[in-house]
């Protein structure tokens, strides 16, 4: 969310609304709404029914939340871009404002290539963040999350390396 409030004015050119998806409740995600001090809305699912029915659950944190993920939804419902990403591997912010712009100019385009994916390495007061919200906030879940971090690149990694294909995410309804 912070890389997204970072480049909501390139967004914003592209007459894009931004929303994020939460399972907290309207009170936690004004909170965060405060704290972040985002300028989109945060959706509340607390049921997790929007989660669940985009395929999104992430049962590894917080008791279940959605995994991050970016969708440029057309007005008539149709979905013209879709990354999934990983709490680690996410989405190259600069690829999606790229599709932002083509499809301003193509109304109709639908990318066929698979998103550039980045590694989030978080800074030192982010990871002091991390590291707080985890005792304050978190649960057992959050800690066998970042105990086994390691484990999800190297599995990543022999991924890549082994050759196996990975279907695009992009144009996908």
Known sequence: ???????????????????ALSVDTPKQSRAVIREMKLRFQLLCDVDKEVIDLYHLHNPHEHGGIAYPAMFVIRPSGKIQYRSLDTTAHRIDMSDLIEFLETMNKDPEYLSTAKPRKRW??????TAWQISRNM?????????????????????LSWKKLSGSKMKPDAGKD
């Not at 989030?120 to 007061?125: C, F, G, T």
């Not at 304050?136 to 190297?154: E, L, N, Q």
């Open 120 to 125: 989030i390495i978080p800074s030192v007061k």
């Open 135 to 155: 005792i304050f906030r978190g649960d057992f879940a959050d800690w066998k999350h970042y105990v086994t971090f390691p484990y999800a690149i190297t599995k």
């Open 1 to 19: 969310m912070a890389e997204i409030r970072k480049r909501f004015g390139s967004f914003r050119k592209y007459d894009t609304d931004v929303f």
